[in-house]
């Protein structure tokens, strides 16, 4: 069944923008976690806010099943999610909210799981909507769900590169190493970087992000990137508190030239096309 849809969803791309180069000109960036509670979101919501800064031209889709919280982290109230565009119930552009910083969220992303199950012409639709959506910005930011499910999944598997986000609690750590081993048993040579968040200083991110590349090396014969640390900032707790990104309401905290120093480091590789489109990969995703 699975077969079926994947060379259905591929058809429907080709015929939507016939045109079109089979992917669009956005990375996309997959920001996740083994487990809740590592501030992840708030990674994403701060590196996009830091990104649009920074001039680039940013989306976010909240794919959080069940703890979406981006609107809520950027003090926004949605009019739309992408669960009713895809259901032809509102357009794009109604989900598109602009958020502090000058970076686009659209929340309810987890709805692209029911595009498995629209006729053929609305398949269509969607994907040339969100062909357009790759062609017009810099980065398409994913915020997972944390775990290994097949709703993450989607995600992870079709993303051009994934940014694992994990604290230096022991479980966060064997979490976050499971979900990367899953993800390397789904697709090879997936571009893997690892970000210590809350760590106390550089010498224990630093540990922290040792011993997951070596297992990671010598178990799944993966390389991982180090994407750097976000030192553990009690302005975090404040800006979330006042429901905006902590890159804004403390651009010189600790935490705030973290979440700089890797929004650089993103940023120099920003500017280069993605290697393939989304929604190609979550066809091929699909085709099992």
Request: aromatic share 4%; net charge positive; glycine share 8%.
């Amino acid at each position: 069944m699975y077969h079926d849809q994947a060379t259905e969803l591929r058809a429907m791309m080709m015929q939507a923008n016939p045109e079109a180069k089979p992917g669009g000109s956005a990375r996309v960036l997959a920001v996740t976690s083994g487990k809740g509670g590592v501030g992840k979101s708030n990674v994403a919501v701060n590196l996009a806010a830091r990104l649009a800064r920074m001039g680039r031209s940013v989306v976010v889709l909240d794919a959080d099943l069940g703890l979406a919280n981006a609107d809520v982290l950027c003090n926004v109230t949605p009019r739309a999610t992408l669960a009713h565009v895809i259901a032809g119930r509102r357009q794009l552009e109604e989900a598109m909210i602009e958020a502090p910083g000058g970076f686009t969220l659209i929340p309810g992303a987890t709805g692209l799981a029911q595009m498995a199950n629209l006729s053929e012409f609305e398949r269509a639709r969607v994907v040339s909507l969100f062909r357009q959506l790759e062609e017009a910005h810099d980065l398409l930011l994913i915020d997972t769900g944390a775990g290994i499910g097949p709703n993450v999944m989607s995600f992870l598997v079709a993303a051009n590169e994934l940014l694992v986000v994990t604290t230096p609690e022991p479980t966060s750590v064997t979490d976050a190493y499971a979900l990367i081993k899953a993800v390397s048993r789904q697709r090879e040579n997936v571009p893997i970087s690892l970000l210590v968040n809350m760590a106390r200083d550089r010498d224990e991110a630093k540990r922290v992000f040792d011993r997951v590349s070596a297992v990671s090396r010598r178990f799944l014969g993966l390389a991982l990137s180090d994407a750097g640390y976000v030192l553990h900032d009690a302005r975090v707790g404040t800006s979330v508190r006042r429901r905006c990104p902590f890159v804004l309401d403390a651009p010189d905290s600790p935490a705030s030239l973290c979440i700089k120093q890797l929004a650089h480091k993103l940023d120099r590789h920003a500017a280069e096309p993605g290697s393939g489109g989304f929604f190609r990969k979550v066809a091929s995703w699909l085709a099992g």
